[in-house]
């Protein structure tokens, strides 16, 4: 794991990141990833409030078309998320919370894929309300954890 992180901290792009002032290297990269995490964490919410009963005289099937707009987020944060990782320091791959924030997401993306299939899929039903709580309480941990890092540990960039 050693030989990876040194590789991974020497490649252009995380020296880029790294040393260059220019608003085009670590503030866009952070930037994009709030961009991802507000279209996945912003359209799930949606979709979790109406499983919670908000608004409950709307229909759900118009609901269906956030779940692209949440894999869209999803794949702008796996993407910019790692980058960010690459030029920030190496401890952070051995702090702890970096595996929780890894779990958090996880499950919070396990239960999106049921919440679809649970709503929308061929034995389509009302969902139960534990998805949209569990979900709820993953994507914050997520957030709450993802911001900690920036804190939390030896020579973190936030």
Same mark, same amino acid.
């Given at each position: 794991?050693?030989?990876?992180?040194?590789?991974?901290?020497?490649?252009?792009?995380?020296?880029?990141?790294?040393?260059?002032?220019?608003?085009?290297?670590?503030?866009?990269?952070?930037?994009?990833?709030?961009?991802?995490?507000?279209?996945?964490?912003?359209?799930?919410?949606?979709?979790?409030?109406?499983?919670?009963?908000?608004?409950?005289?709307?229909?759900? #099937?118009?609901?269906?078309?956030?779940?692209?707009?949440?894999?869209?987020?999803?794949?702008?944060?796996?993407?910019?998320?790692?980058?960010?990782?690459?030029?920030?320091?190496?401890?952070?791959?051995?702090?702890?919370?970096?595996?929780?924030?890894?779990?958090?997401?996880?499950?919070?993306?396990?239960?999106?894929?049921?919440?679809?299939?649970?709503?929308?899929?061929?034995?389509?039903?009302?969902?139960?309300?534990?998805?949209?709580?569990?979900?709820?309480?993953?994507?914050?941990? #997520?957030?709450?954890?993802?911001?900690?890092?920036?804190?939390?540990?030896?020579?973190?960039?936030?």
């Amino acid at each position: 794991m050693a030989d990876f992180i040194v590789w991974m901290q020497q490649t252009p792009l995380s020296v880029f990141l790294r040393e260059s002032g220019s608003v085009w290297g670590f503030p866009l990269v952070l930037f994009l990833h709030t961009a991802g995490l507000a279209l996945l964490v912003g359209s799930s919410l949606v979709v979790n409030a109406r499983m919670l009963g908000v608004g409950g005289e709307l229909p759900t #099937a118009p609901l269906e078309s956030l779940f692209p707009i949440m894999w869209t987020g999803f794949w702008l944060n796996a993407i910019s998320g790692t980058i960010l990782l690459m030029a920030s320091d190496p401890s952070k791959l051995l702090n702890p919370l970096f595996y929780v924030k890894m779990a958090f997401i996880a499950v919070a993306v396990w239960l999106m894929t049921r919440e679809k299939k649970q709503l929308f899929g061929a034995q389509a039903g009302p969902a139960p309300r534990w998805l949209a709580v569990l979900s709820l309480i993953c994507w914050f941990g #997520a957030i709450v954890t993802g911001r900690l890092l920036a804190y939390y540990g030896k020579g973190t960039r936030a």
